[in-house]
């Protein structure tokens, strides 16, 4: 712990924060005049979520409104 303090965090951690840094960047060239600034924490995955677990049916459902506002076609 101290030397992650020093050093900056290690192993999975770390790369999450360099994808989400390269992330953020591209967001920002890409963002119109008036569009908030894209910030790093935007785009990390918060792995310590302490809410309810999904159950399938909900993961279903979330999956399948992705798919439809995407254009695809789900098969009933």
Known sequence: MTYEKIAGPLGHRRGDIQAA??????ANANR???SR????????IDY?????????????R?????TKRLGGTVPE
Do not use: E, H, V, W
Not at 37 to 44: E, G, R, T, V, Y
Not at 48 to 60: A, E, H, K, T, V
């Open 21 to 26: 840094t390269i992330a953020a960047t591209i």
């Open 32 to 34: 119109g005049k008036n």
């Open 37 to 44: 600034k894209a910030q790093i924490s935007d785009f990390l």
């Open 48 to 60: 310590d979520r302490r809410g309810r677990q999904q159950s399938p049916d909900d993961m279903l």
């Open 62 to 66: 979330a999956i399948t409104s992705i």
